[in-house]
């Protein structure tokens, strides 16, 4: 009896390092959580930790996340999570545009703004914001939205994830809230295949 007990123990504290083995690529674990076993998943879910004042943001919003959607299609989700360390409201606009189905349109438009229009500083302020919802068709939501209940609660929700996990740098992606990869191309392709059936 004791032998079998032993056996069911080692068993349990090997199980997460034999699922790991699974699963190729170049990653760090969310402890105490658990990869899902290889193979194993009809779509990967990808959340992204960013800030529309980071350089590395914008480069995988424009360049790398394309492609991964255009090799994955559905099978891939990505949930963006703006964190809003030099102010909140860019990322309230992302979080109205997003519940009228204009989330990457506005996100998109921001950091095109911020980084290709030299707008660093001045995307922070609400009339720079208001034009851009504007633009979207999103005026009377940014008057009304910006400052209710459920988009402050938004934000909240995506600094208390960010701080729950110990996120001090963006872009920061988990995946299936359990692998922080890192964001390379090849290397994400290589993890979301590994995990897709």
């Not at 559905?74 to 189905?101: M, N, Q, T, V």
């Amino acid at each position: 009896m004791k032998s079998k007990l032993l056996i069911i123990l080692t068993l349990v504290l090997l199980f997460p390092f034999l699922t790991i083995a699974d699963i190729p690529g170049r990653y760090e674990l969310l402890v105490p959580n658990v990869p899902p076993p290889a193979h194993s998943l009809d779509i990967v879910h990808i959340v992204e930790v960013f800030s529309f004042d980071c350089g590395h943001c914008y480069h995988f919003n424009r360049d790398i996340y394309p492609k991964l959607k255009e090799k994955f299609g559905d099978k891939i989700e990505l949930i963006p999570k703006p964190i809003g360390w030099r102010g909140h409201d860019p990322g309230r606009l992302f979080y109205i545009a997003e519940s009228k189905g204009k989330g990457h349109d506005v996100m998109m438009m921001i950091f095109q703004l911020v980084f290709d229009g030299g707008l660093r500083e001045q995307m922070f302020s609400r009339d720079k914001l208001q034009f851009v919802a504007k633009k979207h068709g999103l005026e009377n939501e940014f008057k009304t939205m910006m400052d209710s209940p459920e988009i402050i609660g938004k934000m909240n929700e995506g600094i208390q994830y960010s701080e729950s996990r110990r996120i001090n740098s963006t872009p920061t992606l988990i995946i299936e809230d359990s692998i922080m990869p890192i964001r390379d191309y090849s290397n994400l392709v290589t993890i979301i295949s590994a995990l897709l059936k």
